[in-house]
């Protein structure tokens, strides 16, 4: 089982520049989210899905867009990169509610923005 | 404002001693999980607990569940320095999707 897969694992960008950080799992999960990671702040949610064609926003969404075209799909966009997005991010997914499932995570995209 | 306080936030211990790591809030939480993440990894799922009170034990890892379903626990006997990692606890207020995580506790066990 591949379980959630993302890519690229590392990335370098420059300040302005746009790129997506893909996302997949193929556990037919419905409940997807990304969260980011920084140093002495844990993880926080920047957007989730409940399904497809369904998208929410997290604690931390301003500079990032999502979508979720199909069930297995769920793609991070940064538009107009910032030095402030420098971290690593996550993926993950999950069966369903999540008190009865856990979410499952990819190893996730280090990106540096310059 | 944090929805969920992690402390303490680093632990440095011998192989061998115990430890605990609290997991605090002033909401109350359906359930909340605990999660273990190794350097360059995502978080893995080590417990979920539901009811008030309730009490889950993983090998040498014990969890509890406050009362009042506002707070969390998680010890480790006889720490082993296999068990060094991030420790954080997950939650989301009742009927939200959003499932947030504390700051993380980071545990380094020496052996």
């Known amino acids: 089982n591949a379980g959630v897969t993302q890519t690229p694992k590392f990335q370098v960008l420059k300040t302005g520049q746009s790129m997506t950080l893909q996302c997949a799992q193929d556990m037919n999960h419905e409940y997807m989210s990304w969260y980011r990671q920084d140093p002495g702040m844990g993880l926080r949610l920047i957007h989730y899905s409940v399904g497809a064609g369904i998208t929410d926003q997290g604690e931390v969404p301003n500079g990032y867009n999502v979508s979720r075209s199909t069930t297995e799909d769920f793609p991070l966009r940064l538009l107009s990169a910032a030095p402030s997005q420098t971290s690593v991010y996550f993926c993950?997914?999950?069966?369903?509610?999540?008190?009865?499932?856990?979410?499952?995570f990819g190893n996730g995209t280090r990106l540096t923005v310059t | 404002t944090q929805l969920l306080e992690q402390s303490p936030q680093f632990l440095s211990i011998q192989e061998g001693e115990n430890l605990t790591v609290y997991c605090n809030s002033s909401?109350?939480?359906?359930?909340l999980q605990w999660y273990r993440q190794e350097p360059g990894e995502g978080p893995v799922l080590l417990v979920t607990?539901?009811?008030?009170?309730e009490v889950k034990k993983l090998k040498r890892l014990t969890f509890q569940f406050g009362d009042a379903r506002k707070d969390s626990s998680l010890h480790i006997t006889a720490a082993q320095p296999g068990d060094t990692g991030l420790y954080l606890c997950?939650?989301?207020?009742?009927?939200?999707?959003?499932?947030?995580f504390g700051k993380g506790m980071k545990l380094t066990v020496n052996p």
């Open positions: 607990v539901v009811t008030g009170g």
């Open positions: 997950a939650s989301a207020k009742g009927g939200s999707e959003k499932l947030v």
């Open positions: 909401s109350v939480f359906s359930s």
């Open positions: 993950a997914s999950s069966y369903g509610q999540y008190n009865n499932s856990p979410l499952h």
